[in-house]
């Protein structure tokens, strides 16, 4: 059973920072989705119990929610026990829905709902990793700066291709609040923690959460392109963000060439060196791993999944993939109604889907 009244959201604790504050704590509800990221939850929530633990007061409380009240499973494989179903209305602040994988498999028309109606009341609402998807369903994104998981973006982009997520760590845009997930999610805590009181105190929630540098939410999510490829050669950073670009597109390696202003065989020769592959060998590794990623976070069928990363042909994708990853597109989508659908197809178009 939870210890009623302060004991519930301030731990007792060594270090302590007065906070010249006697009003109402900022109330923060968090909705977690089946196959929410804990990193992400628990990234969130430490912060605000760290910030009442510093003070000795109840900053912030937090209560947790599931769509019908029943405890939710994360995508460690943990359960975690709620605090109920939703209510019909959310206490006044902030209102944070936690996703993770799967995102589009576990969207739920309810509680977008819900999440619409409690930002039309005025709360602030947000999201947590993939938690965008249920407010893009809740029609709440629309010319606003939001973010989710850089893993997840492509897929995001292919279900609402009229919005536009950012990479970067979270955005605040009036009352729509969202985070990358991870470690991103605490660091948007801090940012609300310093700006309801102050930033001496949001400074000492870093030092007891052993963060050393906070990151500036318009920073991207990932390292830089040259970090991740392990070279500064600016004529092979170049190609591969021109690549990275242009999945979809039929690839001439003059026309990469040219963007880059050296030749064709310099081209060749550069990738070689510094990545161990062929431009043409990279880009097919990137467009089986964004197929991969279709493939497991939208309900796409592997005709449309083949055509969205470049290929001209079903078999020829399925054939590809199945080498590089060892099972057929066709049965590594965790869309149980793909079965059923392909099924139904003509005869050479699930050959096609399920060549391997």
């Known amino acids: 059973m939870r210890e009623p009244g302060v004991r519930r959201f301030v731990a007792r604790g060594v270090a302590h920072i007065d906070v010249l504050y006697d009003g109402a704590p900022v109330a923060?509800?968090?909705?977690?989705?089946?196959?929410?990221?804990?990193?992400?939850?628990?990234?969130?929530?430490?912060?605000?119990?760290?910030?009442?633990?510093?003070?000795?007061k109840t900053l912030f409380e937090w209560a947790v929610w599931s769509a019908e009240g029943e405890p939710v499973s994360a995508s460690n494989g943990m359960t975690m026990v709620v605090d109920g179903a939703l209510p019909a209305e959310a206490p006044p602040g902030y209102v944070l829905v936690c996703a993770g994988v799967e995102p589009e498999r576990h969207l739920s028309r309810k509680l977008a709902d819900w999440i619409r109606v409690q930002w039309r009341r005025g709360r602030t609402v947000g999201s947590l990793c993939t938690g965008a998807y249920t407010l893009a369903r809740a029609g709440i994104l629309k010319n606003r700066q939001f973010t989710l998981h850089w893993e997840n973006i492509p897929g995001f982009r292919e279900s609402w291709p009229d919005l536009e997520p950012e990479r970067r760590l979270y955005c605040i845009d009036n009352r729509v609040i969202t985070s990358a997930g991870g470690v991103a999610a605490a660091e948007l805590a801090l940012r609300l923690i310093s700006d309801h009181y102050g930033p001496e105190l949001g400074q000492a929630v870093m030092n007891m959460c052993l963060l050393s540098n906070l990151r500036l939410p318009n920073d991207d999510q990932m390292p830089s392109l040259a970090a991740r490829l392990g070279t500064r050669n600016e004529h092979v950073v170049r190609a591969v963000a021109w690549l990275e670009s242009r999945i979809a597109d039929e690839f001439r390696l003059d026309d990469c060439a040219e963007h880059v202003g050296v030749t064709p065989r310099q081209i060749q020769r550069l990738f070689r060196r510094y990545l161990g592959v062929t431009p043409v060998q990279y880009l097919n590794s990137l467009r089986l791993s964004h197929g991969r990623m279709l493939l497991s976070e939208t309900n796409m069928t592997v005709m449309e999944v083949a055509v969205a990363c470049g290929y001209v042909s079903a078999s020829h994708f399925a054939k590809s993939f199945r080498r590089k990853y060892g099972v057929a597109p066709g049965k590594y989508t965790h869309f149980p109604g793909h079965a059923q659908t392909l099924a139904k197809a003509p005869r050479a178009v699930r050959r096609e889907a399920i060549a391997s």
């Open 28 to 56: 923060v509800s968090f909705v977690l989705v089946p196959q929410f990221t804990m990193l992400a939850f628990t990234s969130a929530v430490e912060p605000f119990r760290v910030a009442n633990q510093l003070s000795g």
